[in-house]
């Protein structure tokens, strides 16, 4: 009811112009919509899910060179996109129970070995049914899904029968933010702040109370409230 009220009210409102304009046409604007441009124009977020198989084979007792690798591009993956834990699922029930543990812990080692915590770990297992399947190793992630900006050929630009701006306009400023988007999930949330710099801060807080210099030296290096380099 309140969405016919307001319709009947802007019509009112647009004879009244006509009235007193009447050598003049009035389009009278769409209320049904609120915002600017770049809100006709989305940019979306999807989850996904990133899995590396590696194999559990009898014949090598230590991980080959090659799943070493692949495991360490997993890893710096997870770091630079990863949300949520990194999982590793085990094979339970498999041909190769024990020696599937012992690639569990050298795929654990090599995450650690690459800065990821062990608290960033969560294991699991799955039913193998007696045959021989690998260790699954996973984390999640997030895409962009970018608006769709049609050709402007496509579009009646001599279409002036409403106020509203074009639809088109801030499609492809919004199609070149989602291409740019390190991380979509920034999207979602904002990012944990790196612990700041507390040694930093202190020395700039003398310099400041000391009336010195608080900016750094030429080489990089720290100044103190003395003004010599630390």
Known sequence: MAEISARTLFSGLALVLLGACASERVTPVNVSFHGTPLDHNTIGVEKSREVLEVSVDPAYPQLQIADVRAMERFVAAYRDRGHGPLYMVMPENGSYPDMAVEVVKELRNIAWQNGVAWEQISGATYDAGGMNT?????????????????????????????????????????????????????????????????????????????????????????????????
């Open 134 to 230: 690998p260790v699954l190793m996973s984390f999640d992630v997030y895409e962009v899904v970018a608006p769709e900006c049609l050709s402007l050929a496509s579009y009646n630009m001599a279409d002036i029968s409403s106020n509203n701006e074009p639809s088109y306009f801030g499609c492809s400023v919004r199609a070149n933010m989602a291409a740019m988007l390190a991380d979509p999930g920034d999207l979602l949330s904002q990012r944990e702040l790196d612990p700041r710099d507390s040694r930093r801060v202190s020395l700039i807080m003398e310099a400041y109370r000391a009336g010195a210099a608080s900016g750094a030296a030429g080489n990089g290096e720290l100044v103190s409230s003395s003004g010599s380099a630390d």
